[in-house]
């Protein structure tokens, strides 16, 4: 039931869907095994059990969100480290600007440290540091706004 449906609305609308064009939905694991009756007892057990997991659901995110805030509160930031570094992004914009193409210019960039040490930098990984750039010129008030926000969580904790 976890993975039918984000909240139990969800989970019952494909049960009934498929009830009424006559096919049986046979659970195969969990408290309600065995064929799903749509009447009677079986779908108010099928509608609880559903809750139950939209209830269940909801736990689990508030507690993944929980912690990605208290990991944010540390400095700490999901995601991969960005290969491209800031010298990088100078060379890019710099010999883009003078009309090279991104795939002229990948050849001559090497990552400098982690996994991929060596390794030229995917195009993927150039423009969207291109993109992000980009985001930070067209808006630097937003950017000086969440620096600042963020040196106010680490003053606070």
Not at 47 to 66: H, K, P, Q, S, V
Not at 70 to 95: E, F, Q, Y
Not at 123 to 136: D, F, V
């Amino acid at each position: 039931m976890k993975r039918l449906g984000r909240d139990s609305a969800e989970l019952t609308a494909p049960a009934d869907h498929l009830t009424a064009h006559g096919i049986a939905l046979e659970l195969l694991a969990g408290p309600l095994t065995g064929i799903y009756d749509p009447s009677g007892t079986g779908r108010v057990l099928f509608a609880f059990f559903a809750a139950m997991a939209e209830t269940e659901r909801e736990n689990i995110r508030e507690a993944t969100l929980e912690g990605l805030n208290a990991a944010a509160r540390k400095g700490n930031h999901g995601g991969r480290p960005s290969v491209i570094t800031d010298d990088m992004l100078h060379t890019v914009l710099r010999r883009h600007a003078n009309g090279e193409s991104v795939k002229d210019i990948r050849p001559d960039l090497i990552i400098p440290t982690g996994k991929r040490k060596g390794q030229h930098p995917s195009l993927a990984s150039i423009y969207r540091a291109l993109a992000e750039h980009q985001k930070r010129q067209a808006y630097p008030e937003a950017v000086e706004q969440a620096h600042a926000d963020f040196a106010m969580l680490q003053a606070s904790t």
